[in-house]
């Protein structure tokens, strides 16, 4: 018995082998019908030996009567490998009951029946049972399509199983092919913006003419925006036919070009039905564009515009030369795309730009770019959709505004310089006020110690720096155009014959003064001091750009309209001027240091040899003349300064004969109530001290309005001594209130502001003005001659 045993193998050992082969094969056959995946089914036929071998190892190694106990195979491995299908997976046996399925086939056909017993009608119920018998015969059978109600499946039926006593059904729902819903997927999706890209409008249409889905270059050209929802409009609204039956875009007008449109039907059988368009730009023979082409090209090399034609990728297929010097670059020197012109930031906006033109309606429009080379410069790029010329899809165009530009810059260096003027004046007027009590003091303890005193050289060391700091503060005025000028009528070859001896021995040895007048030149009104100090100061500035010597070249011209009118100067208004230019041999101004050099403290020089008030100085000069002044330099070509003044119109005063007098000091002693309004403490004390030692009685005031409280109550003075700018109210206010209501008064105003400037701001007669600084005799004086006024 045990020898065989030994030599073969019990009916009980092999019961549970063939189960477990039946199930083995049978799952593998479910999933080859599920899945179709070679790889898969590879994978779990290796896994499923494996399974089988250690079962078949624990078998031998077992007793027998352990394998005799073993149960029949489950179908769990089956029911778990059907799960992967979509398809309704079911397994009978010969006696045509249901063995195994999985969830999609309880739920499609509940009853836990196997087929052909489906709920299906007669006729379909014969199609099952015609296709398991032919499986059982032939191996495997297949319905094309199983009708149960509103439903479909397609049917395969194959014999499975060791024995092969299975079958196998397979029922896998039949999806109606909807190809309308593809054709939208496909205008919608990724194909339709690739169609976009290349120039191509897409749409898809429903039986009804309402659109159903649509391309942004369909939806671009047709509403203007690639945003607009047109989705469920009527495709006809947006399109029109001519009477040559030329189709075009309904927005686009008289203007817009004729397309080509594609119908594709998606319906066999109706021809009406649901369809598929696809459109683009009708265009002639590829001869005739070509000759369209270059004919435009020549048109555009020849105009004075920066224009460039770019196709719809964004490549450059024309640029003229204009458009390449508006950029600073050589022709063949402009990249292949416009978006390499400009900086990282603008780049995103050009290629989108040139997109949306390229392939929507013939329209144009500008966006603001900042070009690589020029990255602090916003300028107009122009960009407008072109049709009927090949490749070329939209024109760019770049505006040669170098003049524009350089008129800007003048502009707002012009307005920077008078904001910068206004603070100057501010500054030295505030500085004035400082000035004028340091003076005032050591004024008044020079008259307690006489000289040779250990601490008067000291006090008049002290005074003498506020004397030079006075001077700075009187340039800082003069470049704001507020310092007091006495104009005249004079020549200006006068003017520079009377200085040029000075100056020369100002410029030394080694600088040559060379100067040459022009003729028939006509006078103009200015103030020869200051023109004077406007000759010195240019000379001394020319003399210090030229280290080892050179020259410096004064001339005069006249200037006429017609000359003005030549020079197309936007600043310097058509009229008659004098010229008056200073040119030097030295080294030059860089260009970014030349629109500084007026500005108030700005020097080149090293430290200790400039204070940067010398062209300013100038400046302010010329402008309170009326006149305009231009730099023109370039390093080591040196640098001249051109002087326009205009001429004056009209006869010249009568000229003083009387003979001068000598100055003879003044009995600066009076009498008299004196009151001074001044809101800064320490100059309405010095100014108080010095009037109170020359014998005055003197009251004061810190504003305007506790000036008015004292004549209120019944107080009167002689003279008003005050100050123009104080807070609360200031003094031209108070004057006009006092003399309202008291009378004529007499009036002294203390300012560090230009006398012109105050008489036309204060409209006021008999007022007499005091300049700050002033020193203890200069209020002394002043004072005594406004008392003496009548």
């Known amino acids: 018995m045990l020898g065989q045993e030994a030599e073969g193998v019990s009916h009980a050992e092999l019961q549970p082998i063939v189960w477990l082969a039946g199930a083995t094969l049978v799952s593998l056959a479910i999933l080859w019908f599920a899945t ?50 979509v398809a309704a997976i079911a397994i009978s046996d010969r006696a045509g009951r249901l063995v195994c399925a999985n969830d999609h086939f ?84 990724r194909i339709g913006r690739a169609m976009a890209q290349n120039g191509v409008m897409a749409v898809s249409i429903g039986d009804d003419g309402r659109i159903r889905a649509a391309n942004i270059a369909f939806t671009l050209r047709a509403t203007g925006s690639e945003s607009e929802i047109i989705i469920g409009h009527q495709f006809a609204n947006y399109m029109r036919m001519d009477e040559a039956g030329s189709v075009f875009f309904e927005r686009e007008g008289r203007r817009g070009l004729p397309i080509r449109l594609l119908n594709i039907a998606l319906a066999e059988d109706q021809a009406n039905g649901s369809s598929l368009l696809l459109a683009v730009d009708e265009e002639g023979a590829k001869v005739e564009r070509g000759l369209a082409l270059a004919h435009v090209e020549q048109l555009l090399s020849t105009l004075p515009l920066g224009l460039a034609l770019v196709d719809r990728n964004g490549r450059f297929l024309f640029a003229n030369d204009a458009f390449a010097r508006v950029l600073d670059l050589l022709p063949e020197a402009i990249p292949p795309y416009p978006g390499d012109l400009v900086i990282a930031e603008d780049t995103a906006a050009v290629l989108d730009s040139i997109r949306r033109y390229g392939s ?109 700091a ?34 020369k021995r100002l410029l030394g040895e080694t600088v040559r003064l060379e100067v040459h007048h022009g003729r028939s030149l006509g006078p103009v009104r200015a103030d020869p001091g200051q023109l004077e100090q406007v000759i010195v100061n240019l000379g001394l500035n020319a003399r210090d750009a030229m280290d080892k010597g050179g020259v410096v070249h004064i001339s005069t011209k006249s200037v006429s309209k017609d000359d003005v009118r030549a020079m197309g100067s936007d600043i310097l208004p058509i009229g008659d001027y004098a010229m008056l230019s200073v040119e030097d041999s030295g080294s030059g101004i860089s260009k970014e240091n030349l629109g500084k050099i007026f500005e108030p403290f700005f020097t080149t020089k090293e430290v200790g040899k400039g204070t940067g008030l010398g062209l300013s100085t100038v ?51 009076g009498s008299g109530r004196i009151l001074i309004v001044e809101d800064e403490d320490m100059v309405r004390a010095v100014a108080e001290r010095a009037l109170v030692r020359q014998g005055y009685v003197v009251e004061t005031a810190s504003d305007g309005e506790e000036a008015l409280a004292l004549f209120a109550d019944g107080k009167r003075y002689d003279l008003v001594v005050s100050d123009v700018v104080m807070p609360n109210m200031d003094g031209p206010t108070m004057a006009r209130n006092l003399r309202g209501q008291f009378g004529d008064i007499r009036l002294l105003f203390m300012s560090g502001y230009a006398e012109e400037q105050l008489r036309e701001t204060i409209s006021l007669d008999n007022v007499s003005f005091l300049p700050k600084p002033f020193s203890v005799q200069q209020i002394a004086e002043a004072v005594h001659d406004a008392l003496a006024k009548e």
Request: charged share 25%; with cysteine; hydrophobic share 45%.
């Open 36 to 85: 179709q995946n070679v790889v898969l089914l590879g994978s779990c036929a290796a896994a499923m030996v494996a399974a089988w071998a250690l079962v078949n190892f624990v078998r031998r190694t077992r007793p027998v009567e352990a394998s005799l106990q073993m149960l029949p195979p489950d179908w769990s491995i089956t029911h778990a490998a059907a799960q992967l299908s």
């Open 106 to 189: 309880i739920k499609a056909f509940p009853g836990l029946k196997a087929p052909p017993d489906l709920g299906v009608d007669d006729v379909n119920r014969e199609h099952l049972v015609a296709a398991g018998r032919a499986a059982w015969r032939d191996g495997s059978a297949q319905i094309e399509m199983l009708s149960m109600g509103e439903r479909q499946y397609g049917v395969k039926v194959a014999r499975a199983g060791t024995a092969d006593e299975y079958l196998l059904w397979r029922l896998a729902p039949i999806e109606r092919l909807d190809i309308e819903s593809r054709a939208i997927e496909l205008v919608s999706g």
């Open 360 to 468: 929507g309606a013939m329209t144009s429009g500008d966006i603001a770019v900042r070009l690589k080379e020029r990255p602090d410069e916003v300028i107009a790029l122009s960009i407008a959709g072109v049709r009927g010329l090949g490749e070329a899809a939209v024109l760019l165009g770049l505006k040669d505004n170098s003049e524009e530009t350089k008129l800007k810059r003048q502009v707002a260096q012009q307005t920077k310089m008078e904001s910068i003027g206004q603070l100057a004046g501010g500054v030295a007027h505030d500085f004035n006020n400082i000035l004028t009590a340091i003076i005032g003091y050591c004024d008044l303890m020079l008259m307690r110690h006489q000289p040779g005193d250990g601490d008067y050289d000291d006090i008049q060391q002290i005074k003498n720096n506020s004397n030079r």
């Open 470 to 503: 006075a001077s700075l503060t009187r340039q800082l005025l003069a470049f704001s155009r507020q310092q007091t000028l006495r104009p005249q009528i004079l020549q200006l070859p006068d003017v520079v014959a009377d200085v040029s001896s000075l100056l």
């Open 619 to 669: 400046y302010g000069i010329v402008k309170q003349s009326g006149g305009f002044i231009f730099a023109e330099s370039e390093l080591g070509q040196g640098t001249r300064f051109d002087i326009y003044l205009p001429v004056h119109v009209g006869e010249a005063p009568v000229a003083d004969t009387g003979k001068k007098e000598f100055y003879r000091p003044k009995d600066l002693w």
